[in-house]
């Protein structure tokens, strides 16, 4: 967005094409083939990974594989509760669809908006709600891939499958590598008898964590949980216009007194968590109980449901921010990783400082937001998202410090223990850790599955490892 804004133009796709069926992309992947062009499908375009970014070195022509027009839902089965929709169907649209059939497909990422089905799956995406619904890879049962041998379809549509390795397993988070998902069908949900919002606040974020920790071990986490640190605590506060924010709330002398007097909070350490139960009402009755008992544990204090619609919220509109931002010269963006339980406060701890280190010693002249929450739980570990930006008037090369600066804190968070992504993927801005990550012999296996399924490399974005001999390659 800033070398747009500032007229650096990359190097760009050649040619759009907008099929509109499976039977479109076949011919347009044949016509591809022939005239020696590269192919890099794209869905919503919300990829924060540079996955979409065309590779300076490809010589030939590329084409741009738009799913706008794949946007369909096929069929919706009541019986199995299934659904089968084209790949470019946009999540809004998908769930508002649903939602007029009485279902939800539970998959709500903070880019529902505009992200699509393929992408997701492309991506290995995973939603707010995976709690109750699961992630992508829970909610897939089949797809359609069009590939430069052929399509992969399996002959079944099945709930689970014991024959050999899963192959959705590897166009799960194919990046665009391998070829064009067309349609899929998921799993659909009867739509919950009840949604409500809830909130508490903590009077440190390692209260919090230990909270969610116990939440993890009892399973009895909602639909969705996150715990956001006291940066963005004050910063999700300061947004609010209305007056009746916890912020707002603590200055009033009698609220701020049962915090900071009663509970022994202090404003500058304490944090928030927001919840979204969603259920029949008893079971979310049930939870609310649990988890309201729970948090009285680890000194939390119940911040009511409007505190936590507002923060569960908050998080589609930050994105927003980023371009406001940088009208006034501010560079700021997220990145998330997924760490087991024993690291995730030191991961969290190391990581902030280490951006306001790195961030004083390449000149950056203003306070840093370096900034976390725990977003997704598991039996085994969290998802930790960071915000991080910084006011890069006085700099001129305030990207390139930006990327400093976040690669420094993607090797902090693989000191600390944590994965090179959750959620977002790898593309080209994580691929340097890939052969740290899985090791020589997975590489190779996943170099060997490209040059089976697409030997002249016309799906070129070059995503996730280097294909040897592509201009791109550093083989
Ligand atoms: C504000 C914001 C919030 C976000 N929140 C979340 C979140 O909560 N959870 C999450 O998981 N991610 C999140 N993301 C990241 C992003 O939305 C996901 O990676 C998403 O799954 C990408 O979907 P898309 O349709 O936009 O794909 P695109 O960005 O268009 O493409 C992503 C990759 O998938 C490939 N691709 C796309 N469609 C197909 C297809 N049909 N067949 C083959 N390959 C295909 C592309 O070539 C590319 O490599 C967020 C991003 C933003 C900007």
Redesign the pocket.
Known sequence: MINLRHGKIPRIPDLVVWPKSEKDVVSILEAAQSAHCAI??????????S??AVPELEKRCVISMD?ALMDRIIWIDRNNLTCRAQ??IIGQKLERELNAKGFTCGHE???IE???L???I??R????KKNKYGNIEDLLVHLNFVSTKGTIQRQCQVPRISAGPDILQVILG???TL????EATIKIFPLPQVKKYGSFVFPTFERGVEFFREIAKLRIQPASLRLVDNEQFIMGQALKTEDNSWWHSLKSSLSKMYITKWKGFSVDQMCAVTCVYEGQSDEVDEQERRLNELAEKFQGVAGGEENGKYGYRLTFAI?YLRDLGMNYGVLGESFETSVPWDKVFTLCNNVKQLIRREAKKLGVQYPVLASCRVTQVYDTGACVYFYFGFNSRGLTNGLEIYDKIETAARDEIIACGGSISH???V?KLRKQWMLSTHGAVSIGLLKAIKSEIDPANVFA?A?LIDIIGSPHSKL
């Open positions: 890099i499908p794209i869905g919503g375009g919300t990829s924060v990974s996955a979409l799913m790949a470019g990422p903070d880019s505009f992200s699509t393929g992408g997701w492309s991506t995406a995973s939603g707010m194919s990046e665009g070829g064009v998902i067309t994105a959620h977002h993927g593309g974005n995503n």
